[in-house]
């Protein structure tokens, strides 16, 4: 590149000096004929007024003095040539012998002569003419010489700029390639072992280089930390892992042995119960008018905790059983269990006013056994919970998002809680509110998370205390289908 | 003598001996300094002939030509005696010889450059005259009779003559 640069401008110099030579040349031939043949036409006035050849002659002769001018004539005014000269070295170029008449002053350059032409002119009328014949051939061979001078200086230039440049290319471009070729293997193997050697280069060349080494030493060190780092997470995470899952493991098996007895004594405390029951009920039945009222009083305090107990005892069962029940999923129609539902409780609730609004619910794939249960809880506690209210209002709704699975919910203007405790709410056994106010076990809630996770679903509440409470729950297993609209956009 | 000369300064090639005489007559005045004592009209040149009238034709031709270029020029034939020192230059022509004594002695020490023909007419005490050489018109020049009459004749003009008398 810089010596094609350096080519260029020596070219354009050496042509800047050789037109500016030719121009200079001509201009000093055109200036110094021009005086030549005036001089002549001077003195050969009187020449030609007394019609004197030989002083013409002799005029001319006086060119000898120059000897590039080979030839020269003097013509009379009718054109006629009155004197000439040639030079003896000349191979006698043509001289006209008649003159044009009244041609301009002026000097023509040809290939190897320039030709001037004069008139001679006295009180305006012109009495003849002097032409003069000048060889270009001493010019030419200078500017030859001077063209060979100037080639001459160029290649010298130009072979001198090369071998720099070959210099240069081997102390800086040779270098470069090695540092590209190494980056660009780095960065197409991630092979940080790489090296580039720096033997020849110097100065900025010689850091850079070093620079680049030394940065892939660091990153060579920083990729063995991050292995080993990555190792060690790994590592980590089995471990984990491992751990996570004999824990599991573990508690499957203590999950179920609880379940089991749970259920075993659920299901051993029912006998007892029943002959509680059976023989209390025959009391207050045969022996009921002999006892006093504080006996009848006690009576019927034992038969309301053995029904109690009963109820819990179900609902205990209930609950373990779900542990085993498999889910068996299919397409449910929501809106049609919620309607049911609501018919059911509609009785529980007769003589208060409950205001139900009822949104489209989607249809979702679901256990539709366990789903009642879900539904009939949440439902049953709404219409239990906003027993104080003049007008109830519950409303059963679904928020659809697409790529999400539709949230169901089911809001209540009821007594509502503190979110202080939202955690104790899904517990087994964990009642926010005095049983004498809101009957219930306890279990309600427990069991309606553990089908919805059994459904790899999820459920949360919103709630203000005396301003009422907002259930929500997803079954992830999907929706087959709610609008048509929907479909494509819902997960199966 | 060859009435038909080869005639280059000015004319046509066909030009008469006449022609030519009065040509470089009228060329004489351009190379020759009168001196501030001639008597003669300083601002006209005047040209005078003796007999040839082909001569005082040519001349008066060159006069109406010249006319405008320079100094005006007056031609006379065949001036009086007492006239002839306003002459600026005065040609004898051939057969004029008889009138050359008194001539010569009413134009001496007056500055009138006399010429005729003929070696002989410098040594009769012409200042200058034409010989024919080479089939060519030329002319002989008497430096010692020019200066005799206070003219100041160009190292020019000296130049192109055959031979000057000095």
């Not at chain 1, 032409?131 to 080639?151: E, G, K, N, P, Q």
């Not at chain 1, 219409?383 to 089911?410: D, Q, S």
């Not at chain 2, 002839?84 to 005065?90: D, F, K, R, W």
Request: aromatic residues 6%; proline residues 3%; contains cysteine.
């Amino acid at each position: 590149m810089s010596v094609v640069i350096c080519t260029t401008a020596l070219v354009l110099a050496g042509s800047a000096f050789v037109s500016y030579y030719v121009v200079a040349e001509r201009r000093s031939i055109t200036r110094g004929l021009g005086v030549q043949a005036e001089t002549i036409g001077l003195e050969s006035v009187s020449a030609l007024a007394f019609n004197d050849d030989r002083a013409a002659n002799e005029t001319l002769a006086g060119l000898r003095a120059d000897r590039n001018v080979v030839a020269a004539a003097i013509y009379a005014a009718d054109g006629t040539r009155f004197a000439s000269y040639e030079s003896l070295a000349s191979g006698a170029p043509a001289l006209a012998s008649t003159a044009e008449r009244d041609i301009p002053d002026r000097i023509q350059f040809e290939r190897r002569t320039a030709r001037a032409n004069h008139a001679i002119v006295v009180n305006g009328r012109r009495v003849g003419s002097v032409h003069i014949v000048y060889s270009l051939d001493d010019v030419r061979a200078d500017l030859a010489r001077f063209l060979l001078i100037t080639v001459g200086v160029l290649a010298v230039s130009v072979i001198g700029a090369l071998l720099v440049a070959r210099r240069a290319q081997r102390a800086l471009s040779g270098p470069i390639a090695h540092l590209a070729a190494a980056a660009l293997a780095v960065s197409r193997s991630n092979d940080y072992r790489v090296r580039v050697e720096s033997n020849h280069a110097v100065g900025e060349l010689g850091m850079l280089i070093d620079t680049f080494n030394q940065m892939l030493s660091q990153i060579q060190a920083r990729d063995h930390e991050l292995d080993a780092a990555a190792h060690r997470y790994q590592a980590l995470n089995e471990q984990l892992e491992r751990r996570v899952t004999e824990r599991t493991a573990e508690l499957q098996v203590i999950n179920k042995e609880l379940e089991a007895f749970t259920y075993s004594v659920s299901h051993d405390l029912r006998a007892p119960l029943r002959r509680i029951d059976g023989f209390s009920g025959m009391l207050a039945g045969k022996y009921g008018p002999q006892l006093t009222g504080e006996g009848t009083h006690f009576l019927s305090r034992i038969r309301e905790g053995t029904q109690h107990m009963g109820r819990l005892i179900d609902d205990l069962l209930n609950l373990a059983r779900l542990g085993r029940k498999e889910v068996s999923q299919r397409a449910t129609d929501l809106s049609a269990i919620v309607q049911r539902i609501r018919d059911g409780l509609s009785r529980e609730a007769e003589g208060r006013v409950v205001r139900w609004t009822c949104g489209p619910l989607p249809i979702v794939d679901c256990d539709p056994a366990l789903i009642d249960v879900v539904l009939t809880n949440l439902l049953s506690n709404a219409v239990k919970y906003t027993r104080p209210r003049a007008e109830a209002v519950i409303e059963v709704g679904a928020i659809e998002k697409p790529g999400a699975p539709p949230i169901i919910f089911i809001r209540d203007n009821g007594v509502g809680f503190s979110m202080k405790y939202v955690d104790k709410l899904f517990g087994a056994f964990q009642r926010l509110h005095r049983a004498d106010e809101f009957e219930g076990t306890g279990i309600g809630l427990a069991t309606v998370q553990r089908i919805i996770h059994k459904h790899n679903g999820r459920i949360w509440v919103d709630a203000e205390l005396d301003k009422g409470a907002t259930f929500y729950f997803t079954v992830a297993a999907g929706t087959v289908a709610l609008e048509p609209i929907n479909e494509g956009a819902v997960p199966v | 003598m060859a009435s038909r000369l080869v005639l280059a300064a000015q004319g046509t090639p066909q030009a008469s001996e006449s022609d030519v005489k009065a040509a470089y007559l009228y060329q004489f005045t351009k190379y020759v300094e009168w001196p501030a004592t001639f008597a003669g009209a300083a601002n006209a040149i005047t040209l005078c002939v003796l007999g040839d009238s082909g001569v005082a034709g040519a001349l008066e031709k060159i006069a109406g030509d010249e006319a405008g270029a320079g100094r005006k020029v007056l031609v006379r034939q065949d001036p009086d005696a007492p006239h002839a020192p306003e002459c600026h230059i005065l040609f004898v022509g051939r057969g004029e010889e008889r009138q050359l004594a008194v001539l010569f002695k009413t134009l001496d020490g007056k500055s009138t450059l006399i010429a005729g023909d003929d070696m002989s007419f410098l040594r009769r005490g012409g200042m200058v005259a034409f010989i024919v050489q080479d089939r060519k018109l030329r002319f002989s020049i008497s430096l010692v009779a020019a200066e005799a009459a206070h003219l100041r004749i160009s190292s020019q003009l000296l130049r192109h003559a055959v031979q000057v008398i000095r």
